[in-house]
């Protein structure tokens, strides 16, 4: 229900573009508005929703894989030279040094196997809550139909509960908030879509898979405070120097300075 008065807020001015506009019925052009936000809801869920879901499966699932391709011979080739530069200064500490590269090399393979299983569970796991999801869905669509259509009537009945001096103040901090959400929700809305095509166009130039989907990941992961595009892409083009893919790794780096 709470979703449901949210939904019914956010279209509140197209719903009353449309009436005071098309001379419709509020009713009917709430009915037209929340029902054409839940098909866009649905399209984007089907066609994105899935894609996202297969591929964070396959890359959680990838990544023993990419820990004993890219990582281990990394690692190996790091405690070598340790024990090399430990040989010239004490040739008794080659042995401890080497007992230790063991060690820490078995702990980083268990840490990974465990994210990797614990992950692949966790997202195969989802699909189990599909239902309780679906039922909580359909009330919150229902809801916010319902609301949408007697959106003053309730507000007012609210209002109504509320003595004139606390109303006063209640109305001026929700046209404040609303304001203030507005902005944010459109620059970060606009930052994210030149991110998200930015992403796309480079990715598809390099020949990455799932190019729409990895540059959406990104999109979102930029929007978070501190980490960014960097968080994702700067390990990323490391990793794949580390891997002996030169190309794959300076269109990296080209993709996210552009960023």
């Known amino acids: 229900f709470v979703l449901g008065f949210i939904i019914a807020f956010v279209f509140k001015p197209v719903i009353r573009t449309l009436t005071y506009k098309l001379k419709l019925p509020n009713k009917l052009a709430a009915l037209i508005v929340v029902g054409l936000f839940y098909l866009i809801l649905l399209t984007i869920t089907i ?15 990838d990544i023993p894989q990419l820990y004993n391709n890219v990582l281990v011979p990394w690692l190996s080739d790091a405690l070598i030279n340790l024990e090399e530069l430990a040989s010239q200064i004490d040739p008794m500490l080659v042995e401890q040094v080497r007992i230790y590269s063991q060690q820490i090399l078995e702990s980083l393979g268990n840490l990974i ?10 997202i195969t796991s989802f699909a189990t809550k599909v239902p309780l999801f679906l039922v909580g869905f359909l009330l919150t669509v229902i809801s916010s139909f319902f609301i949408a259509m007697d959106y003053q009537l309730i507000i007012n009945f ?17 046209l404040f908030l609303v304001s203030t959400l507005h902005k944010y929700a459109k620059s970060y809305l606009m930052i994210m879509s030149i991110t998200f095509v930015e992403l796309t166009i480079g990715f598809s130039i390099l020949g990455i898979e799932s190019a729409i989907v990895v540059a959406f990941l990104i ?41």
């Open 113 to 122: 196997t465990s994210i990797s299983v614990g992950s692949v569970s966790y």
């Open 158 to 174: 609210l209002l109504d509960q509320i003595s004139p001096s606390k109303r006063s103040l209640i109305i001026d901090a929700q």
């Open 219 to 259: 999109a979102i992961f930029d929007i978070l405070p501190v980490a960014g595009t960097g968080g994702v892409m700067i390990p990323w083009t490391i990793f794949t120097f580390l891997e002996g893919d030169t190309r794959l790794g300076l269109g990296l780096l080209v993709v996210y300075l552009v960023v």
């Open 47 to 61: 066609f994105l929703g899935i894609e996202i879901f297969l591929y964070l499966e396959e890359f959680f699932r």
